[in-house]
């Protein structure tokens, strides 16, 4: 039976994006999904080094997807969508894949001996931990749209969470080609992004441009890199105008280019996710 929800069929794409960049609640939103994120890695380090990526990131929801679905997840499943899409390098996903066996996060449906289409499994470790990313997701959601506050009621149904991984997987065979160069050189640095986020989280001037103090100490610590990791990715991030580092007072500055392109990249990923509850909702006949 068809649930009653408090709003209207939304428009998708273009209008979407372009509504919840004007709306005054969306830095807000951002700075929320920025700080939830870089939290997330800190209480499951081991874990969220299977998605300090792009590519690792989009595997994670490939293999769920096959997880829900009929004929199941293989190890050759996750390879076949990401040749299709053509996202990441199948050595990048053949190491996804062996990390997530060697780890008990992929494993045996049953006792037959291993071979390229045995059934596997997606622990249920794995599973929450992806629920909680996608809940850090819905929470900001929630602050531009009605379906964020639905989504986040249907999130711990099982048959929901399956349904929306289902259509994310879908909508990513004809997205992952869509790059937004300037969050792209941070998502290819290990924990790139998440520094960016503990960046912007930790000040509200941070979105505004204006120079921010950071602790090159403290992000090592928290995100488990090293020193000469974090400052290699400012003084990169400068030299490619995405910020301004100033080294010696320990102050980084955000540059417009980067902000635009980080605000439209936000606006995108949550349109994303607002349609693909939309869509999780119509597929299980809750609208």
């Not at 990401?82 to 199948?90: I, L, Q």
């Not at 780890?103 to 071979?115: E, I, L």
């Not at 390229?116 to 470790?125: A, D, G, P, T």
Request: charged residues 25%.
């Amino acid at each position: 039976m068809a649930l009653a929800t408090p709003f209207e069929t939304p428009q998708f794409g273009a209008p979407m994006i372009l509504g919840f960049l004007r709306h005054a609640e969306f830095d807000l939103a951002l700075r929320h999904g920025a700080l939830r994120k870089a939290r997330l890695y800190g209480d499951q380090k081991p874990l969220h080094r299977l998605a300090t990526d792009r590519g690792s990131s989009l595997l994670g929801i490939f293999a769920l997807s096959l997880h829900f679905s009929d004929p199941g997840l293989t190890v050759g499943g996750p390879q076949a969508m990401r040749a299709e899409s053509n996202f990441c390098s199948a050595g990048r996903a053949a190491a996804f894949i062996a990390t997530m066996r060697r780890r008990g996060d992929f494993v045996p449906a049953d006792n037959k001996p291993r071979t390229r289409v045995r059934k596997l499994v997606i622990s249920e470790r794995f599973v929450n931990f992806e629920r909680e990313r996608l809940r850090a997701d819905l929470e900001s959601l929630q602050m531009l749209s009605p379906l964020g506050a639905f989504a986040l009621a249907q999130l711990d149904r099982p048959a929901f969470f399956a349904a929306y991984m289902r259509v994310a997987a879908r909508g990513l065979g004809s997205q992952t080609n869509e790059h937004v160069p300037e969050v792209e050189f941070f998502q290819e640095r290990n924990t790139g992004l998440l520094v960016l986020y503990d960046v912007i989280a930790n000040s509200g001037d941070a979105l505004e441009g204006k120079p921010v103090a950071v602790s090159i100490s403290q992000l090592s610590k928290t995100f488990d890199v090293s020193r000469t990791h974090i400052l290699r990715l400012l003084r990169d991030a400068d030299a490619e105008g995405l910020v301004v580092w100033q080294a010696d007072d320990r102050l980084v500055a955000l540059t417009p280019k980067l902000m635009r392109a980080l605000r439209g990249y936000v606006a995108f990923l949550l349109a994303g996710s607002a349609y693909c509850t939309w869509m999780a909702a119509k597929d299980l006949g809750m609208l």
